[in-house]
């Protein structure tokens, strides 16, 4: 059951950055700089939420 809802919150993170991506190409080059760097802000994010997740069960 963990498992499954760790893949699930990983689909939809990976969904999610699709999407930005996907926006990014409309952007000039200072903005495609900040919205990888908030990516990775948003991953990161993520990684440390599921750590603690999986901590209180």
Do not use: G
Not at 11 to 28: C, D, P
Not at 36 to 53: D, F, H, P
């Amino acid at each position: 059951m963990l498992l499954s809802a760790v893949r699930l919150l990983a689909a939809v993170r990976l969904l999610s950055a699709v999407r930005l991506l996907s926006s990014v190409r409309h952007l000039s080059a200072v903005n495609l700089l900040s919205a990888v760097s908030n990516l990775k802000a948003e991953i990161l994010l993520s990684a440390v939420r599921l750590l603690s997740a999986v901590m209180l069960l």
